[in-house]
C-alpha cells in the first residue's frame, strides 16, 4: 500500500447508510467517533423491505435513544397479530407487561430518511452520496475503501481503522468478508391498500390457508402493505395473466372489509416484487473490516425481523467498540470484532429460528393448522409465541419447547379427531416435520464460522 491517506485515516468508514449503517454511524457518533458514510443514493427509497418494526427493535432503538427517528411520518402504532387461518381468527396482543414498547408500521423510506437526515447534523459524520466499488486491502487487513461519487467519473479513495460493510441484501461485498450460504427461498410481492379496514386496525394479519401466506400491516394511517409470498427461481412476470391469477387466488382469501382495496390495487399493477433469502451468518475475521446488517444475515420477512436484527448488531458492536479509545489499535479493535461475531446470536438467534421456522409450518398443511390451534389455546401458548416474535423474549429454548409442543398438540388433536376416544402420548408425523424444520435452523445459528454442522445443517434446510 502507498502512504497515501494513512495518516488521513479515520475511525469507521460505513459502506451504505441504510437501516443498519446509518444507525451505527448515528450511535458510534455519540461516542465522539470519527465516521464517513458512503451511500451510493441518498434520495428517499420507494421499497417494500423494512416497514414493520418488532417492539424488540423498538426497544433496541430506545436504548440507543432514537425513538424520536419514528416521529413525524405517520408511523402506525402495531399492538399485535390477527392469525387468520382459513375462515376463522385470533388475536394475539404484543406483550407489554413490563411497559414494552409496541411495534410500528412506517414506510421504510421515510423512516430512513428520519436516520439520514439526523446522521447528517452530526459534526464528527461525514456523509459522501457515491457508490463503493473495492474493499482496499493491505497484506491481509481491510484498510479503506474506493468509491465513485455520484455523477463523478474517477474514483476516489478513504482510509480508515475500521471499515463496516452494510450494503445490504444484494451486497456486492460479503463475500470478502463471510463464507455466504445463502438460499432463495422466492420473493415477496408487496402492494399498498388504500383507505380500507382491517379486521383490527394498528394490527399486523399473518393470513394463512392453501394459498401462499399473506401478511398485512399498516405503513400510514390511510394505507396498509400486503406482502404475498411467491415461491420461484425467479420473480413472476407481472402482466394482466398475472394479475388475474391473484385475484383468483387471494381475493378471496383477503378479509371482506380489504377486497375492494386489494382488487383496486392489483388492478393498478403497481406491484412490486422483492427477493426473500435465508443467510446464516458465517463470517471470516479480517482485520480492519467488519460485516453488518443483511449483508451478514438474514431471515425470511414473514415475521418482520430483519431490522430489529440489525438493530440488535449494531447496538451489541457499538458496545464492544465503545471501549476502545484508539481505533489505530488493531487488537483492541480486532478483540471487539471477534467478540461481536462471537456473541451476536445470543440478541439475533430466536428472531432468526422463529421467521425461517414459521415459514416451513405455513406451507405444510398439518403443522399450519397445528399451528393456529395452538395460539388459539391463548394464555403462554399465544403469549410466550408473540413475546418472541416480537423480538422482545430471546429463550431459544422456549421457542424450541412450543415448537415441539405446537406438533405434539397437533398431533393430538388429529389423532383424536379420527379415531375419538384414542389417547396419543408419543407424538408421530407431525413433530418428525417439526424436528426437520427446526434442527438445521438450530445448528445454522451456531457462531463457529465455517464449521462442519453448520455446512451440513445448510444442506438440510427444508
Ligand atoms: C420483502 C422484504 C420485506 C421485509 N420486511 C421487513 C419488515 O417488515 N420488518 C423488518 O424488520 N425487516 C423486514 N425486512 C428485512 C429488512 O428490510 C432488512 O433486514 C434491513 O433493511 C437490513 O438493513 P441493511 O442496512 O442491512 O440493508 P439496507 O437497509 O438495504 O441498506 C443497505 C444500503 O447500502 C447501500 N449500498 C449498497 N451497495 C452500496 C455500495 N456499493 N456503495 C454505497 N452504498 C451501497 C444501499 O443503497 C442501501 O442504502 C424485509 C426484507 C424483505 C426482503
Known amino acids: 500500500m502507498s502512504n497515501t491517506g494513512v495518516n488521513t485515516k479515520v475511525d469507521v468508514l460505513i459502506v451504505g447508510a441504510g437501516i443498519a449503517g446509518a444507525t451505527l454511524a448515528a450511535n458510534l457518533a455519540k461516542m465522539g467517533k470519527n465516521i464517513v458514510v458512503v451511500e451510493r443514493d441518498l434520495s428517499e427509497r420507494d421499497v417494500i423491505i423494512g416497514e414493520l418494526l418488532q417492539p424488540g427493535g423498538v426497544q433496541k432503538l430506545e436504548e440507543m435513544g432514537f425513538t424520536s427517528l419514528i416521529d413525524n411520518i405517520d408511523a402506525q402504532p402495531v399492538y399485535g397479530y390477527d392469525i387468520i387461518y382459513e375462515d376463522r381468527d385470533y388475536l394475539i396482543p404484543y406483550p407489554n407487561k413490563n411497559g414494552e414498547p409496541c411495534g410500528f408500521g412506517f414506510r421504510n423510506g421515510a423512516f430512513l430518511q428520519n436516520i439520514r437526515k439526523h446522521i447528517l447534523t452530526q459534526r464528527n459524520i461525514r456523509v459522501i452520496e457515491g457508490t463503493v466499488t473495492n474493499l482496499i486491502e493491505d497484506e491481509d487487513a481491510i484498510v479503506g475503501v474506493s468509491y465513485k461519487r455520484k455523477l463523478a467519473a474517477d474514483e476516489e479513495s478513504l482510509y480508515a481503522h475500521l471499515t463496516v460493510v452494510t450494503d445490504g441484501p444484494l451486497s456486492k461485498f460479503r463475500e470478502k468478508l463471510s463464507k455466504p450460504f445463502n438460499k432463495l427461498n422466492g420473493y415477496f410481492l408487496g402492494l399498498l391498500l388504500k383507505n380500507c379496514e382491517l379486521p383490527f386496525a394498528n394490527h399486523g394479519h399473518l393470513i394463512m390457508g392453501e394459498h401462499p401466506p399473506m401478511v398485512i400491516y399498516p405503513v400510514t394511517s390511510t394505507s396498509w402493505r400486503v406482502l404475498i409470498d411467491f415461491k420461484g427461481e425467479k420473480p413472476p412476470r407481472l402482466g394482466r395473466d398475472f394479475k388475474k391469477f391473484l385475484l383468483e387466488e387471494f381475493k378471496q382469501a383477503m378479509p371482506k372489509s380489504a377486497r375492494a382495496a386489494f382488487v383496486a ?198
Open 265 to 462: 390495487a392489483v388492478e393498478k399493477g403497481k406491484i412490486k416484487t422483492f427477493p426473500n433469502h435465508r443467510l446464516p451468518a458465517n463470517p471470516i475475521k479480517k482485520q480492519g473490516a467488519v460485516l453488518l446488517g443483511d449483508a451478514l444475515n438474514m431471515r425470511h420477512p414473514l415475521t418482520g425481523g430483519g431490522m430489529t436484527a440489525a438493530f440488535n448488531d449494531v447496538l451489541r458492536l457499538s458496545n464492544n467498540l465503545e471501549t476502545i479509545s484508539d481505533f489505530s489499535n488493531l487488537k483492541q479493535l480486532g478483540k471487539a470484532i471477534q467478540k461481536f461475531y462471537q456473541t451476536r446470536h445470543l440478541g439475533t438467534q430466536t428472531t432468526n429460528i422463529l421467521a425461517d421456522g414459521l415459514y416451513g409450518v405455513v406451507y405444510n398443511p398439518d403443522l399450519r393448522k397445528a399451528f393456529f390451534e395452538y395460539v388459539s389455546r391463548g394464555d403462554k401458548y399465544a403469549e410466550e409465541t408473540c413475546s418472541i416474535l416480537a423480538g422482545l423474549n430471546k429463550d431459544k429454548k422456549l421457542l424450541l419447547n412450543h415448537f415441539i409442543a405446537m406438533a405434539r398438540y397437533g398431533t393430538q388433536l388429529k389423532i383424536s379427531a379420527e379415531k375419538p376416544g384414542v389417547v396419543v402420548t408419543e407424538s408421530l408425523s407431525m413433530v418428525k416435520d417439526a424436528v426437520g424444520i427446526i434442527t438445521p435452523l438450530l445448528l445454522s445459528e451456531k457462531p463457529d464460522p465455517g464449521n462442519k454442522l453448520m455446512l451440513e445443517a445448510l444442506n438440510r434446510i427444508v
